[in-house]
């Protein structure tokens, strides 16, 4: 059974950085990973997903030139770099795994998803 445990979130001031970790138990190389979030009273959302090697990655368009998706398949982990932070990112962020060599977008295109880590940007 794959594990996914997120790490990293909090509380920062708009403007602000935050860099969340994603840690695999087990080995990561063969597996697309991506990063969603949901706000209170919404749908959990698609934020960042990247390939297998890290050689592809694909955003949102809310967060793009924002935030950074990267993966080290050596550590099994895989990072969301969230920079220029505005209220509006604030969510629980999970960070989820599939089998599969390319990029995966939706939700339901995923088996494994971490617990979530809260990130709050204030005003």
């Known amino acids: 059974q794959v594990q996914l445990v997120e790490s990293g979130g909090g509380l920062v001031q708009a403007g602000g950085s935050l860099r969340l970790s994603c840690a695999v138990s087990?080995?990561?190389?063969?597996?697309?990973m991506g990063w969603f979030r949901q706000a209170p009273g919404k749908e959990r959302e698609f934020v960042a997903a990247?390939?297998?090697?890290?050689?592809?990655?694909h955003y949102v368009d809310s967060v793009k030139g924002r935030f950074t998706i990267s993966r080290e398949n050596a550590k099994n982990t895989m990072y969301l770099q969230m920079n220029s932070l505005k209220p509006e990112d604030t969510a629980v962020y999970y960070c989820?795994?599939?089998?599969?060599?390319?990029?995966?977008?939706?939700?339901?295109?995923?088996?494994?998803w971490g617990q979530g880590t809260q990130v709050t940007v204030s005003s």
């Open positions: 087990g080995r990561i190389s063969s597996y697309a």
């Open positions: 989820a795994a599939e089998v599969h060599p390319g990029i995966l977008v939706a939700v339901n295109s995923y088996d494994y």
């Open positions: 990247i390939n297998w090697n890290g050689g592809t990655t």
